[in-house]
């Protein structure tokens, strides 16, 4: 082997050698993956990037193959390295979970959950949930971290045990999920649809899928919620190909959202993000048109072709007594009462 070159990935390497993998190594993998490249995985670790490209460098010559492919933009993982992460974070994973348990045997310590709530949830949903988990868990003696923040359509987060379970939205398609998950659905959602005055729809009180593509409308930003953001633009450009949402001037504020599209030139509606349990607009009926929404009016979307299923997901990596708590919380939980 050439001096600086390397590790000869031609050498054969002893049945034995994966027996010198240190925990170490494994954390090492895991934060050069997640940061994407070696300087910004050093600072994360607190050590040199040399110390820890050699780590990373002798944990390859242990496995007998490459694990990165080190580029000028970062690093990507091979077949091989990404095996071994996803590996590495479960052992990891477990390991964490174990002293935890140990802790608690002892009475030092207490099992805890790190729950991630996805933003833009319906709060009502949000609350009643987060509660019901809240007691579930203080009654099996079991204490709560929570995380605000976007698990995705596969839930990655949880795949990636960075957090253990959580409460978002949910694609159909199981093969969508990352890694070995249990998932509950809880509910099914829908947005609101506010339009102008002026367009003449609000009598009616329903608006067609290809009225509301002919006009602008105000959603998103797509980073806020990814899933549901994907989905409705597919469904939008069934009817218009090219179809694109126009981004809120403040994302927390729908007073302003409506207040912009009221003096837009153009038609213009916004689409909240999914609010209220599905079919509780046809229950409720559309509200009249008031000051306060800036002469825009709330109608349904015909046939509810714009609908978020809310799940509650978590590791299958659980101890069964955190993974008890998590179903009972889900079993119990409950959709608002339409108003």
Known sequence: MSQGAGPDRRTPVSANAHQGVELRHLRYLVAVADAGTFTRAAERMSVTQPTLSQQIRRLEEMIGAPLLDRRRDGVRLTEAGSVLLEESRTALYLIEHGVRRSRQAAGVDRLRLRFALSPLLPERFAADTATRLQSVAAAADVDITWLEAPLGA???????????????????????????????????????VWIPARAGVGKRGVIGLAELAAMEVIHGPRRASLVTYDAWLKVLRSVRPGFEFTDPPLRHSLALTLAFAATADRLTAVLTHPLRPAGELAVAGVPPRTAETGNMVRVRLDQRLLTATAAMAWSGDLPRHLQQVLFDAADTAVLPAAS
């Open 154 to 192: 596969s839930f990655a987060l949880i795949g990636r045990h960075h957090a253990d379970a959580g409460l978002g939205w949910v694609k159909s398609d199981p093969a969508a999920l990352s890694g070995p998950l249990d998932v509950m659905t809880l509910g099914e959602f829908e947005p609101e």
